[in-house]
């Protein structure tokens, strides 16, 4: 049995608000299939006589058998009763659901140390901080540990990731001194007395730092490079926070690196229940957004949001649930390993920086719909849970051609600090 990484602040209990059976894609394993298929659901439920309850859709590549998830009716899960339970579940039991209804909203990361553990912050209870600590009562974490087959797995695990990772391409990164630098990270964003801004514009500034003054010496684990993060975070990173990068007044630049990433996410939404969109989707969304005038049609939120009013709309960056709400999310990206999946550190915080970003921006969004001048915090929750949703079905983010596509765009158009900046304040200009 494998050794759990759960972070000591992690929470969670099922609420049972159904949200993670609305407008999901659930896949199934042709053994899944095979036995759900053979039950007679419209005897449990007479609603489902004559309701598709299982799609086909084609496989990747040519000849490959087709995929098979769970159907939908209206948006949610076939098997959803309108009692907002799962007739699965309440039909044969927890174990007989398909494996990712069982791990949500549990995420696991194989490591040299055992699996990280995190959250989807698409979860309603995970938003809001609710549940018993996972340290206290594992049992929610067990069963979707069972599910994803890690209980009874000895040996090595599938997919794990190895110790010799890339802090930047050609620039070798042993796991140790990752796991050194990532504490780090999260204690910048633990910090107190520091707003959002500073705190991300120091997770920048760390990474450069350690890129420059140890990258030669931490292809092996380095005792100076793990005093070294230690030492400033003694010193609450006082030495990463002199002249921090002003505000640059760009919010084209921002948009127009945000632009992809927000396209390929609002693609998977367009698309929802058919085989259609593909590259030229996501290139009209991303000119669009880019432009950031006129009506932009969001299949995310069924409605089209005028752009124009969108920059007239105040994301109050500083408010503390605010704030609070995105340092954990950003904290969560990481013990996910947002930065080594599939790619080195410095590219995988690009990814990280998106993913926050995007939330801010359908957060403004959300307020602009809702005729508010200024976005609250249910704004932010809905923004995070559309970026989460859409991360989970969204094709091609991390594919090479992608990777370069956001190498360019953050050498050439927008740096990192463009990203973290909040242009909304209801005063910025196009």
């Known amino acids: ?5 759960v972070p000591p602040d992690a929470r969670f209990t099922c609420q049972q608000c159904a949200g993670c059976c609305l407008r999901w894609h659930v896949y199934l394993t042709p053994e899944e299939h095979e036995r759900l298929r053979a039950h007679d659901w419209a005897a449990e439920s007479p609603r489902l006589a004559g309701r ?3 799609e086909e859709i084609p496989g990747a590549g040519r000849g490959a058998p087709p995929i098979v998830r769970l159907g939908k009716i209206e948006g949610a899960c076939a098997f959803l009763e309108p009692d907002q339970l799962c007739l699965i579940h309440k039909t044969m039991g927890l174990e007989a659901k398909p494996g990712p209804c069982q791990q949500y909203p549990f995420h696991f990361a194989g490591t ?9 912050f698409a979860c309603s ?13 594992p049992a929610e974490l067990t069963a979707a540990a069972r599910a994803a087959g890690l209980v009874q797995l000895e040996g090595p695990i599938p997919g794990a990731l190895r110790e010799q990772l890339q802090l930047r391409p050609g620039q070798p990164l042993h796991w140790r001194n990752y796991r050194a630098l990532e504490a780090a990270l999260v204690g910048v964003l633990r910090q107190p007395g520091l707003s959002l801004e500073q705190r991300l514009l120091v997770l920048d500034r760390l990474l450069h730092a350690a890129a420059e003054e140890h990258g030669r010496d931490l292809d092996a684990p380095s005792q100076a490079f793990t005093a070294w993060t230690a030492a400033l975070a003694a010193d609450g990173y006082a030495s990463l926070l002199a002249d921090l990068p002003a505000p640059s007044p760009s919010p084209m630049r921002q948009r127009a690196v945000l632009a992809p990433f927000l396209a390929a996410l609002e693609q998977q939404w367009q698309t929802w229940g058919t085989g259609g969109g ?17 009506p932009l049609p969001l299949s995310s939120f069924e409605a089209t949001v005028d752009q124009g009013r969108m920059s007239r709309t105040r994301f109050p960056q500083d408010d503390p649930a605010l704030a609070h709400l995105c340092a954990r999310y950003v904290t969560s990206l990481l013990h996910r390993k947002t930065l080594v999946d599939g790619t080195d550190v410095f ?6 920086l998106l993913s926050f970003a995007a939330a801010r921006w359908y957060a403004v969004a959300r307020a ?24 989970g079905h969204a094709v091609g983010l991390r ?32």
């Open 399 to 430: 594919t090479g051609p992608t990777q370069r596509v956001l190498r360019f765009l953050f050498g050439r158009v927008g740096s990192p600090a463009t990203m973290i900046h909040n242009y909304y304040t209801a005063g910025s200009v196009s």
């Open 1 to 5: 049995m494998p050794v759990y990484d």
């Open 278 to 294: 593909g590259l030229g989707t996501r290139l009209v969304l991303a000119i669009i957004i880019t432009n950031g005038v006129g």
């Open 52 to 54: 598709v309850l299982f």
């Open 347 to 352: 590219q995988g915080f690009r990814y990280l």
């Open 112 to 120: 040299p140390d055992g699996v990280a553990v995190s959250l989807d």
């Open 368 to 391: 602009t719909l809702a005729e508010r001048a200024v976005a609250e915090l249910d704004d932010l929750r809905l923004g995070i849970r559309t970026v989460e949703k859409g991360l």
């Open 125 to 137: 209870a995970v938003l809001a901080d609710e549940g018993v600590p996972l340290a206290d009562d």
